[in-house]
């Protein structure tokens, strides 16, 4: 989780230097993209393993990501964005979000979701993916479409980003009560 | 115009994503209300386990407490006088009468002997209050042996169909409470001298049937008060266990008792 941050540190200082620098960013968030999938794939993949042998389901989302992502690779090449990864790997992720809380709904035994830490891990992830579904889908139309000298994604992102780390946060606080008491 | 179609694309695009983080919404509290019913509905069943547990313990002491009881009134009626008029017998014997010595040594031989009779009985009584030890039918054949000692009752035991492989001893005490507590019911109110008593398994259940020639009741006509604590308190245990109890009785034409539990 820690590595994974500071890779998320690293390319968001890389992007905005090279923009600063006017140079192409976009390569980038797809190096970033990897590491992403891979991160939360297994995530997902620990928290579902509480209920179900998840390693085929995340293997198959994890082939479907990869495939998709080769595609975006091969169609317009390294330097752009890869949108369409973004939008399947949104879709995959918000399934395993569904399915964990369906999982979670069916398990007759009672815990205490306000302490759960990964219950509010899946509700940051679930907000994140789910709320830049408009975004991803979009992309194409609204890249040039700004507010106040960003593009509107800034201000949406920034927003999800905010939820994100914040129901993230909340879920590491859960886990440290869970390991001190 | 391109300014407007900005304008109208972003807030397309806001109110697009508002929408895509409400439906999260939603799903986070549908899953939180689910799940505060699913604490409810452990607590209840915690609570309803607390309650069962109570009634069993509640029950293992009654029956209990009606093993005493027959023992003790056994011993005062019975084994005490049995035991009296032999010493009585002893102490009246004159050596210097040889004949009539032996006649009372004999009559006091046959007198202890009896009493060793009704004290073997109460030992298998007690036994049958370790309802873990005999199992169900040995202790309900105990217990009926011990009634029909009184000479007052013929009673007929019937037992059908193969127990389980495994059995629930909860379930065997609360029956035999029943028993015990219709028995009681019979030897006080009922004036019965026939009582059919039929312990069956059949299927999932369990079924005990006791029939008796007294005079019986009219279930309609007794007011509550006198419906007595017995007949409510089997209702009551039958029901803990998820079963029922059928009464069947008529002025002058005895009374049938249905017990139906599912067993194990």
């Not at chain 1, 964005?81 to 995959?92: A, D, I, P, R």
Request: one cysteine or more.
């Amino acid at each position: 989780m820690v590595l994974f941050m500071l890779i998320t540190c690293i390319t968001e200082i890389t992007g905005e230097l090279l923009k600063k620098g006017h140079h192409h960013n976009q390569w980038v968030y797809n190096i970033f993209l990897v590491f992403e999938a891979s991160f939360t794939s297994l995530m997902f993949g620990t928290i579902l393993g509480k209920y179900i042998n998840s390693k085929p389901l995340i293997l198959s989302g994890l082939a479907l990501i990869t495939l998709v992502y080769i595609y975006d690779l091969t169609n317009h090449g390294f330097l752009k964005f890869n949108e369409l990864t973004t939008t399947v790997m949104s879709v995959v992720f918000v399934i395993y979000s569904c399915y964990y809380y369906f999982l979670l709904i069916n398990d007759e035994h009672y815990i205490d979701l306000k302490r759960n830490a990964p219950f509010w891990w899946v509700a940051g992830a679930l907000f994140f993916y789910f709320g830049s579904t408009a975004c991803n889908l979009f992309f194409d139309v609204i890249k040039d479409v700004g507010i106040a000298g960003h593009n509107i994604t800034y201000y949406i992102f920034a927003a999800l980003v905010v939820i994100l780390y914040g129901c993230w946060s909340y879920s590491f606080i859960c886990r440290k009560w869970l390991t001190t008491t | 115009m391109q300014k407007m179609a900005n304008n109208d694309i972003k807030e397309l695009i806001i109110i697009t994503t508002l929408i895509f983080l409400l439906a999260p919404v939603f799903i986070l509290l549908y899953v939180l209300v689910y799940n505060r019913r699913k604490a409810k509905h452990a607590e209840e069943k915690v609570q309803m386990k607390l309650a069962f547990d109570a009634e069993i313990v509640k029950t293992q002491l009654e029956v209990q407490e009606q093993t005493m009881q027959n023992i003790g009134a056994d011993l005062h009626d019975n084994i005490g006088q049995l035991l009296s008029l032999s010493s009585l017998t002893l102490n009246s014997i004159k050596l210097d009468d040889p004949a009539k010595a032996q006649q009372k040594i004999e009559a006091a031989i046959d007198l202890t002997g009896r009493s060793i009779k009704e004290m073997r009985l109460l030992g298998k009584l007690l036994q049958g209050d370790q309802l873990m030890g005999v199992g169900l039918s040995e202790a309900i054949c105990n217990q009926i042996n011990w009634m029909e000692k009184s000479g007052k009752y013929q009673v007929n035991y019937l037992h059908e169909g193969e127990p389980p492989a495994s059995s629930n001893l909860d379930k065997d005490l609360i029956i035999f409470r029943i028993l015990q507590e219709v028995m009681n019911n019979i030897i006080k109110h009922s004036l019965a001298t026939r009582i059919d008593i039929k312990l069956a398994y059949i299927g999932q259940n369990m079924q005990l049937a006791i029939d008796d020639n007294g005079i019986g009741f009219d279930a309609g006509k007794l007011p509550a008060a006198q419906m007595g604590m017995g007949l409510q308190n089997m209702n009551k245990r039958a029901k803990i266990v998820g079963g029922e109890v059928f009464i069947k009785s008529q002025a002058n034409h005895g009374t049938q008792i249905n017990v139906v539990i599912p067993y194990p």
